[in-house]
């Protein structure tokens, strides 16, 4: 069983930047491909970006791409999101995965691919 904890939203302007971070329980979390979604009113769950379970591979969507940047230390079991030039449209719940996915694979897009999930953190952007 991983316990995952995001921490790090808040409300912003754009074109600010903030730090989402994941804390995993669990000794293991080497062995997990990791993830962030996020989620906006009214809309389905989708893939952000993520990161392979060595660190060495990163996969955005394309809306992204430029602007947040994935990382993980497998030391200290954690994973952030670093988040700039933040846009209204990024605005939703932000939320930290784990699965045993390849993350060049597309099923490595598909939120029921994974099989542990935190909380959720709020990232609210406005104009």
């Known amino acids: 069983q991983v316990q995952l904890v995001e921490s790090g939203g808040g409300s912003v302007q754009v074109g600010d930047s903030l730090r989402l971070a994941c804390a995993a329980s669990e000794r293991t979390f080497s062995a997990y491909t990791m993830a962030w979604f996020r989620q906006a009113p009214g809309k389905e769950r989708e893939f952000v970006g993520g990161v392979s379970r060595g660190g060495g591979s990163t996969e955005y969507r394309d809306s992204v791409k430029g602007r947040f940047t994935i990382s993980r230390d497998n030391a200290k079991n954690t994973v952030d999101l670093q988040t700039n030039s933040l846009k209204p449209e990024d605005t939703g719940v932000y939320y930290c995965?784990?699965?045993?996915?390849?993350?060049?694979?597309?099923?490595?897009?598909?939120?029921?691919?994974?099989?542990?999930w935190g909380q959720g953190t709020q990232v609210t952007v406005s104009s």
């Open positions: 995965a784990a699965g045993r996915v390849y993350i060049r694979d597309s099923a490595a897009r598909n939120a029921a691919n994974y099989d542990y």
